[in-house]
């Protein structure tokens, strides 16, 4: 699921960037691609916020959590708003598209992170998938 969601966003923003970059969008048409995105893309996050902490011993489960959440803020809190400002600020409809060609291929990334890394955890229990360290 999380590595399907994550492609599926990525292929809609990269339509959806290709589109605005050639002036083919309306206010309508660009906020109902995006909807349809970030119904594909919010479900992909956070499941891999909870599969990450699913892998983790009990004990250390929070600080996972709290690690790779405050590590996606940044990148999407900090570093995002600063580039898409600097992309935006060109004036260029083509440098945005860049942009938006670089979230897309961090998207594939983290869709083939996924796969190659992703840990099968459905019907299990979590002290199946990571046994508790007090369990040693």
């Given at each position: 699921m999380i590595a399907g969601t994550f492609t599926i966003s990525a292929f809609i923003l990269v339509v959806t960037g290709w589109l605005f970059s050639q002036n083919a969008l309306t206010v309508f048409t660009q906020t109902g691609l995006w909807t349809v995105m970030f119904f594909f893309a919010s479900p992909a996050a956070s499941s891999a916020y909870l599969t990450v902490s699913e892998i983790f011993p009990l004990e250390v489960r929070a600080l996972a959590?709290?690690?790779?959440?405050?590590?996606?803020?940044?990148?999407?809190?900090?570093?995002?708003?600063?580039?898409?400002?600097?992309?935006i600020d060109s004036g260029s409809r083509l440098a945005l598209f860049d942009g938006y060609l670089l979230a897309a291929a961090l998207m594939l990334a983290a869709a083939v992170v996924e796969v190659i890394l992703g840990v099968d955890a459905e019907q299990s229990s979590l002290e199946e998938i990571a046994q508790p360290l007090s369990s040693a």
């Amino acid at each position: 699921m999380i590595a399907g969601t994550f492609t599926i966003s990525a292929f809609i923003l990269v339509v959806t960037g290709w589109l605005f970059s050639q002036n083919a969008l309306t206010v309508f048409t660009q906020t109902g691609l995006w909807t349809v995105m970030f119904f594909f893309a919010s479900p992909a996050a956070s499941s891999a916020y909870l599969t990450v902490s699913e892998i983790f011993p009990l004990e250390v489960r929070a600080l996972a959590i709290a690690i790779f959440y405050s590590a996606g803020t940044a990148a999407g809190g900090i570093g995002a708003p600063w580039l898409f400002g600097r992309l935006i600020d060109s004036g260029s409809r083509l440098a945005l598209f860049d942009g938006y060609l670089l979230a897309a291929a961090l998207m594939l990334a983290a869709a083939v992170v996924e796969v190659i890394l992703g840990v099968d955890a459905e019907q299990s229990s979590l002290e199946e998938i990571a046994q508790p360290l007090s369990s040693a």
